[in-house]
């Protein structure tokens, strides 16, 4: 019906959104002079080399010719800006991820150490440079200083690696250091390892930041560009020893930018945002990450510091927008410290277990696995693609094997769900599940069967809104802190009251619950009892509308609300309202469609549901986009 005549038009769209956000500007690596390439199954990274002749890095500029990562593609797609004409950034740098420590911006940020202490002409120590001449002005980054001495920099580079080597024969006035780092690149993450020594005979206090110039696939910031943190953003304690005089938080209240509890949403393109220092809360101790998205090309980074970050800053333009954790370090002489950063890398339909990167899991990854197998890194039978179990650790062996069976044949196409019911009966008191054997049962239904109707693809299930619901009594839902996937047609009937429940489980207390529902304002809405999520899109119109809510959070151990997209007839949607709450769905309340847990009288659904689906992983936005086409293959064991 409904479903069927959009077949042809949504085919068209994918088509479309496949050309549009995998071509665009995928070239070959590298594009840069003075760069190497490392690869990782379908992960590119063009690195710069600071043994180059051509090296741009290693000038005494305020940025490190260390772990300079310039591009990097997954599937072909963008995720940094770093033209190759150095477009509107200044020439000493050309974007990309460079790392610079002791900034000192701000009143509460460390400048290099031995600057404050000396005076003009004096040498002070810039970590990840060298060693610098003052000058008789209080310290600015942006200033070249005279070079008394570049720290030498040996780089040894593996095809999936590289391991850089820093060091300085002197000292500035007793402060002097030795940095080392490996980047490694891992189908869809890069991860950099690094070891900073005090080698000098003082005490200092440094400050590590990495300028992340993100650009998704080309697309200028704003709309469709959205920051998203483990955390509601709030004002600091007090952090020792750098303690600020003001702190606060500072976000623009202006059309072009809003927040919502912890979230940063960029609605219009933007011209350029005031610099925006985020706080954690006091009792937050939850893993120190982000994750930054573009809905349109539909991807995201995932970035994490092993090592709390005193705070995030986030500087924005219309060409990229740079959230960074600073790192705040103290090491007295001899000591040395490890920490990492990782960035993850996602777009629509990537499959990390696809070790030869050809869409599909199937025999050809169990091949080149078997030649790879048991071999690690610097074999000569390594094959850094394999080695994708979690966590990945650098060998091919059975956990690299499960992690491929577990995504056995998957292609780019929806995976089989967990529970569906398609409603297609035509008489009755149950609905079968095509997926597994949860036989959902029909209470307070008609007896003479007219509630079984023409659905959106062939049957649908027809609910009076007063008393009807449907309820899996064996099955509980997709329960925990899990990821998880809800899809299914839904048309409201005429005259019908809104709020509506359309599919439940869980307890009903905060964060204990998960309902997907029509609110007062006939949206699409996402409760957990304590936290919503609304989409803007009305859906309660008395018209055929396929709706879908996928969780699938930045830190799998800490989920949100603010980690649920909502869809509307294949299309994402922007967030209209936002109560967060952490997520963990209670394994008690079975899963039903058409009325909530909670309420006896005004959360009864009133129209016709069809074709319902629950998922125990996140879909893409292609995936959903199959389902409401009907171009899904999968139609039951």
Same mark, same amino acid.
């Given at each position: 019906?409904?479903?069927?005549?959009?077949?042809?038009?949504?085919?068209?769209?994918?088509?479309?959104?496949?050309?549009?956000?995998?071509?665009?500007?995928?070239?070959?690596? #590298?594009?840069?002079?003075?760069?190497?390439?490392?690869?990782?199954?379908?992960?590119?990274?063009?690195?710069?080399?600071?043994?180059?002749?051509?090296?741009?890095?290693?000038?005494?500029?305020?940025?490190?010719?260390?772990?300079?990562?310039?591009?990097?593609?997954?599937?072909?797609?963008?995720?940094?800006?770093?033209?190759?004409?150095?477009?509107?950034?200044?020439?000493?740098?050309?974007?990309?991820?460079? !790392?610079?420590?002791?900034?000192?911006?701000?009143?509460?940020?460390?400048?290099?150490?031995?600057?404050?202490?000396?005076?003009?002409?004096?040498?002070?120590?810039?970590?990840?440079?060298?060693?610098?001449?003052?000058?008789?002005?209080?310290?600015?980054?942006?200033?070249?200083?005279?070079?008394?001495?570049?720290?030498?920099?040996?780089?040894?580079?593996?095809?999936?690696?590289?391991?850089?080597?820093?060091?300085?024969?002197?000292?500035?006035?007793?402060?002097?250091?030795?940095?080392?780092?490996?980047?490694?690149?891992?189908?869809?993450?890069?991860?950099?390892?690094?070891?900073?020594?005090?080698?000098?005979?003082?005490?200092?206090?440094?400050?590590?930041?990495?300028?992340?110039?993100?650009?998704?696939?080309?697309? #200028?910031?704003?709309?469709?560009?959205?920051?998203?943190?483990?955390?509601?953003?709030?004002?600091?304690?007090?952090?020792?020893?750098?303690?600020?005089?003001?702190?606060?938080?500072?976000?623009?209240?202006?059309?072009?930018?809003?927040?919502?509890?912890?979230?940063?949403?960029?609605?219009?393109?933007?011209?350029?945002?005031?610099?925006?220092?985020?706080?954690?809360?006091?009792?937050?101790?939850?893993?120190?990450?982000?994750?930054?998205?573009?809905?349109?090309?539909?991807?995201?980074?995932?970035?994490?510091?092993?090592?709390?970050?005193?705070?995030?800053?986030?500087?924005?333009?219309?060409?990229?927008?740079?959230?960074?954790?600073?790192?705040?370090?103290?090491?007295?002489?001899?000591?040395?410290?490890?920490?990492?950063?990782?960035?993850?890398?996602?777009?629509?339909?990537?499959?990390?277990?696809?070790?030869?990167?050809?869409?599909?899991?199937?025999?050809?990854?169990?091949?080149?696995?078997?030649?790879?197998?048991?071999?690690?890194?610097?074999?000569?039978?390594?094959?850094?693609?394999?080695?994708?179990?979690?966590?990945?650790?650098?060998?091919?062996?059975?956990?690299?094997?499960?992690?491929?069976?577990?995504?056995?044949?998957?292609?780019?196409?929806?995976?089989?769900?967990?529970?569906?019911?398609?409603?297609?009966?035509?008489?009755?008191?149950?609905?079968?599940?095509?997926?597994?054997?949860?036989?959902?049962?029909?209470?307070?239904? #008609?007896?003479?069967?007219?509630?079984?109707?023409?659905?959106?693809?062939?049957?649908?299930?027809?609910?009076?809104?007063?008393?009807?619901?449907?309820?899996?009594?064996?099955?509980?839902?997709?329960?925990?802190?899990?990821?998880?996937?809800?899809?299914?047609?839904?048309?409201?009937?005429?005259?019908?009251?809104? #709020? !509506?429940?359309?599919?439940?489980?869980?307890?009903?207390?905060?964060?204990?619950?998960?309902?997907?529902?029509?609110?007062?304002?006939?949206?699409?809405?996402?409760?957990?009892?304590?936290?919503?999520?609304?989409?803007?899109?009305?859906?309660?119109?008395?018209?055929?509308?396929?709706?879908?809510?996928?969780?699938?959070?930045?830190?799998?151990?800490?989920?949100?609300?603010?980690?649920?997209?909502?869809?509307?007839?294949? !299309?994402?949607?922007?967030?209209?309202?936002?109560?967060?709450?952490?997520?963990?769905?209670?394994?008690?309340?079975?899963?039903?469609?058409?009325?909530?847990?909670?309420?006896?009288?005004?959360?009864?659904?009133?129209?016709?549901?069809?074709?319902?689906?629950?998922?125990?992983?996140?879909?893409?936005?292609?995936?959903?986009?199959?389902?409401?086409?009907?171009?899904?293959?999968?139609?039951?064991?």
């Amino acid at each position: 019906m409904v479903k069927t005549t959009f077949r042809f038009a949504i085919a068209v769209l994918l088509l479309l959104i496949v050309s549009r956000t995998g071509l665009v500007l995928a070239q070959d690596l #590298p594009v840069h002079a003075g760069t190497r390439v490392l690869r990782s199954g379908g992960l590119v990274v063009e690195v710069g080399d600071p043994n180059s002749p051509e090296c741009r890095w290693n000038r005494g500029l305020r940025f490190s010719p260390v772990a300079n990562v310039l591009r990097v593609q997954l599937n072909g797609q963008e995720f940094l800006y770093s033209p190759v004409d150095g477009g509107v950034v200044s020439p000493g740098y050309v974007g990309g991820l460079p !790392m610079e420590f002791d900034i000192g911006q701000e009143e509460f940020q460390p400048d290099p150490p031995g600057y404050v202490e000396g005076t003009s002409g004096s040498s002070f120590l810039k970590i990840g440079v060298g060693i610098l001449r003052r000058n008789s002005s209080a310290y600015n980054f942006m200033t070249n200083y005279d070079v008394i001495e570049l720290a030498d920099t040996a780089a040894t580079w593996h095809s999936d690696r590289v391991h850089f080597a820093q060091t300085l024969s002197g000292t500035a006035n007793g402060y002097s250091y030795a940095l080392e780092e490996d980047v490694i690149v891992k189908n869809d993450r890069i991860i950099m390892n690094y070891v900073l020594t005090n080698t000098g005979s003082k005490t200092f206090t440094t400050e590590q930041y990495i300028h992340n110039f993100l650009t998704f696939s080309g697309k #200028p910031v704003g709309p469709d560009y959205i920051i998203g943190f483990p955390y509601n953003l709030t004002s600091s304690p007090e952090i020792e020893p750098w303690s600020p005089p003001v702190r606060r938080l500072s976000i623009a209240s202006t059309p072009q930018v809003v927040r919502l509890a912890n979230m940063i949403i960029y609605k219009t393109r933007v011209t350029s945002v005031p610099k925006i220092w985020v706080y954690k809360p006091e009792d937050y101790a939850g893993r120190d990450l982000f994750g930054v998205e573009q809905t349109d090309t539909a991807q995201r980074l995932v970035i994490e510091s092993s090592l709390p970050a005193e705070y995030v800053g986030i500087w924005t333009t219309d060409y990229q927008v740079s959230p960074e954790q600073f790192l705040i370090i103290t090491l007295a002489p001899g000591e040395h410290i490890e920490f990492t950063r990782t960035y993850v890398f996602q777009v629509d339909d990537f499959i990390r277990q696809d070790c030869t990167g050809d869409g599909t899991v199937d025999a050809c990854d169990v091949s080149a696995m078997s030649v790879a197998w048991l071999s690690k890194a610097g074999d000569t039978k390594w094959d850094p693609g394999c080695d994708i179990g979690e966590p990945a650790d650098d060998e091919i062996d059975l956990v690299d094997l499960a992690a491929l069976a577990s995504c056995w044949r998957r292609n780019g196409t929806p995976p089989a769900p967990v529970a569906y019911w398609p409603l297609d009966e035509t008489g009755g008191s149950s609905a079968v599940d095509s997926a597994n054997d949860h036989v959902a049962t029909l209470h307070n239904f #008609p007896t003479d069967d007219s509630q079984w109707v023409a659905g959106a693809a062939s049957g649908g299930l027809q609910f009076d809104g007063v008393d009807d619901y449907v309820e899996a009594n064996d099955y509980h839902g997709v329960t925990g802190k899990s990821p998880r996937t809800v899809v299914m047609w839904i048309r409201t009937a005429t005259g019908t009251q809104p #709020p !509506m429940a359309l599919l439940a489980w869980g307890q009903a207390s905060p964060g204990s619950y998960w309902q997907l529902a029509v609110d007062s304002n006939r949206r699409l809405k996402l409760d957990c009892d304590a936290g919503t999520i609304v989409a803007g899109k009305a859906v309660g119109d008395t018209q055929w509308h396929h709706v879908a809510a996928v969780l699938d959070p930045i830190d799998r151990e800490n989920p949100h609300v603010s980690d649920v997209r909502l869809y509307v007839d294949g !299309m994402r949607q922007p967030v209209d309202q936002l109560i967060e709450c952490e997520i963990d769905t209670a394994e008690t309340g079975a899963l039903r469609m058409g009325r909530a847990h909670y309420s006896e009288t005004d959360s009864h659904f009133g129209g016709t549901i069809d074709d319902v689906r629950v998922y125990n992983r996140p879909l893409s936005g292609t995936d959903i986009q199959h389902i409401y086409a009907g171009t899904d293959p999968w139609q039951g064991p």
